[in-house]
């Protein structure tokens, strides 16, 4: 599977990102710098987390005018894979790819920990390898990660099965509307969550249930 992260001024997950993607696909990411206009052929394009232009305006909003951004909005309606984690989560939609925004944590403060994940749709390209209903261990770290749509969207995005990951037994750490932790587009090629898998793909890092996600995108790629 070849895949590609775009750095922004602020970006601090992107490193965290390139190494977990080279140990699961064992092919390095190429990186792709946000003044730049186009992207690479790959099967996966990634937005990591960080916090780009400072969160100036609002997270994500600066960096969803980039340059780079037109050419990722093409190939994500072309059909290329989309991953938006944390900032990149903001980023997407800032940028109109995803459904949604993302507010101030409820509580106000930034928060770093572990929260519990529950996969309520498997049948995506992001999770298919995830028992419907599973639970997980997966780390946050943000302090704009409440996730919020209007009635008429969230209605729409539950009903079509877009909300892919909620926070399950009582961990949601922001107030996130419907306990959503990660939700894809229509078409089921961009997703974008909060919670940071890339953090948790190796016994060093305490577990490796973050290696689902990437591993469900490896099958779906080959």
């Known amino acids: 599977m070849k895949t590609a992260v775009i750095v922004f001024p602020g970006s601090n997950?992107?490193?965290?990102?390139?190494?977990?993607?080279?140990?699961?696909?064992?092919?390095?990411?190429?990186?792709?710098?946000?003044t730049d206009s186009t992207l690479?052929?790959?099967?996966?394009?990634v937005v990591p987390g960080g916090f780009s232009y400072g969160d100036y305006l609002r997270a994500g909003a600066i960096a969803a005018r980039s340059p780079i951004l037109k050419d990722l909005v093409a190939k994500a309606d072309s059909g290329v894979?989309?991953?938006?984690?944390?900032?990149?989560?903001?980023?997407l939609t800032e940028a109109g790819l995803l459904p949604g925004s993302l507010m101030r944590n409820a509580n106000l403060h930034f928060i770093c920990k572990?929260?519990?994940?529950?996969?309520?749709?498997?049948?995506?390209?992001?999770?298919?390898?995830?028992?419907?209903?599973?639970?997980?261990?997966?780390?946050?770290?943000?302090?704009?990660?409440?996730?919020?749509?209007?009635?008429?969207?969230?209605?729409?995005?539950?009903?079509?099965?877009?909300?892919?990951?909620?926070y399950a037994d009582g961990t949601n750490p922001n107030g996130s509307i419907n306990d959503i932790a990660g939700v894809m587009n229509a078409n089921g090629n961009v997703l974008g969550m909060?919670?940071?898998?890339e953090n948790l793909v190796e016994a060093l890092n305490g577990g490796l249930e973050g290696r689902i996600l990437f591993e469900s995108l490896l099958d779906q790629a080959a």
């Open 13 to 34: 997950r992107d490193r965290d990102m390139f190494h977990a993607l080279e140990l699961i696909t064992g092919t390095r990411p190429q990186s792709v710098w946000h």
């Open 40 to 45: 690479p052929d790959v099967d996966l394009v």
């Open 81 to 91: 894979s989309v991953l938006g984690v944390c900032n990149g989560f903001q980023i």
């Open 114 to 166: 572990e929260v519990m994940m529950e996969t309520v749709n498997n049948a995506t390209r992001f999770s298919s390898k995830f028992e419907k209903g599973q639970v997980w261990r997966c780390p946050v770290a943000h302090h704009d990660g409440n996730y919020f749509a209007d009635p008429e969207t969230l209605k729409q995005v539950e009903d079509n099965g877009q909300v892919i990951f909620r």
């Open 194 to 197: 909060m919670p940071h898998p």
